[in-house]
C-alpha cells in the first residue's frame, strides 16, 4: 500500500523532498545572514592614494550582543607599493582596536612614487539581526 494523503488537505512530499526543501532554505538564510553582517562596519580613507582593495571586518560577538557601536580612527604608513607597513592607532573605541588595526594592516593602497601617511577611520555599527 502506497503512501496516502491526509484529509485535512496537508501534501504530501515524496522522497525526501521537505528535507531538501529545508536544506535549500537554510543555504539561502545562512547566505543572507553573511552578506548582511558584513553591511555593518564602514571604512573611510583619506589622504594622498586611494585604497584598492578592500576587506572584511570582524565585528566582536560580544560587541553585537551588547549592540554596541565605536568608532575606531588608525593612522597607516603606505609604502610605495601600496602595502601598509605600520599601524598606529590615534584614538577609539578599546572594544575595536585590535580588529580596526587588523583590518587596515590587510588594505592595499594604489602605488605611489613615495611613502605616505594615511588617516582611516573605521564604524563599527551593529547589523539588524538579532
Avoid at 512530499?13 to 548582511?36: D, K, Q, Y
Avoid at 558584513?38 to 576587506?55: D, F, L, M, N, P
Avoid at 603606505?78 to 580596526?100: D, H, Q, R
Avoid at 588595526?101 to 611613502?115: I, M
Wanted: hydrophobic residues 40%; aromatic residues 8%.
Amino acid at each position: 500500500m502506497g503512501p496516502s494523503l491526509s484529509s485535512c488537505g496537508e501534501h504530501y512530499w515524496p522522497g525526501g523532498a521537505r528535507r531538501h526543501a529545508a536544506l535549500i532554505l537554510t543555504v539561502i538564510l545562512g547566505v543572507f545572514w553573511a552578506v548582511s553582517s558584513g553591511w555593518a562596519q564602514t571604512i573611510k580613507a583619506r589622504g594622498e592614494r586611494k585604497v584598492i582593495s578592500r576587506v572584511d571586518i570582524t565585528y566582536p560577538k560580544l560587541a553585537q550582543q551588547m549592540r554596541l557601536r565605536g568608532t575606531v580612527k588608525v593612522s597607516a604608513t603606505v609604502a610605495p607599493t601600496g602595502k601598509v607597513v605600520k599601524t598606529e592607532l590615534i584614538g577609539g573605541s578599546p572594544v575595536f582596536v585590535p580588529y580596526a588595526l587588523n583590518a587596515v594592516s590587510l588594505l592595499k593602497w594604489e602605488p605611489g612614487p613615495k611613502e605616505t601617511t594615511e588617516i582611516v577611520e573605521i564604524d563599527f555599527v551593529p547589523s539588524v539581526r538579532q
